[in-house]
């Protein structure tokens, strides 16, 4: 059964840095390097959004909102998701998500349906 554990989390000054981890249990075969995986966020109140999608050759996708300022990868020999966050403001405040679609060949479609394994989450706190 796979299992995705984040890591990373806590809390930041505006302006300030921090990096993500998500470690990948279960895969077998290499399914990890043939997955779509991405990142997510819900804030209080708020939808759950995407923030982050990365594909298995590691392409990349990303929200308006963190554009230019985060940046997501993949170790696939380690089985291991990334996302590092810079320049954070008060409004990235929320638990972060990492998400695993089933490994396949089919191209990543970046929308939250496709992923169907979630991590526990992991809060991010960016203060002004």
Known sequence: QVQLVES????????GSLRLSCKAYGYTYSGFS?????????????????VAHITSDGK??????VKGRF???RDNAGNTLYL???SL???D???????????GPLPC???????NRWGQGTQVTVSS
């Open 71 to 73: 940046t997501a990868s």
């Open 89 to 91: 403001k008060p409004e």
């Open 93 to 103: 405040t929320a638990v972060y998500y990492c998400a695993a679609a089933s490994p």
């Open 34 to 50: 043939r997955t779509c995986l991405g990142w997510f966020r819900q804030a209080p109140g708020k939808e759950r959004e995407g």
């Open 8 to 15: 990373g989390g806590g809390s930041v000054q505006a302006g």
């Open 109 to 115: 479609l970046y929308v939250r349906d496709e992923y």
């Open 84 to 86: 590092q966050m810079n």
């Open 60 to 65: 990349t996708a990303y929200g308006d909102s």
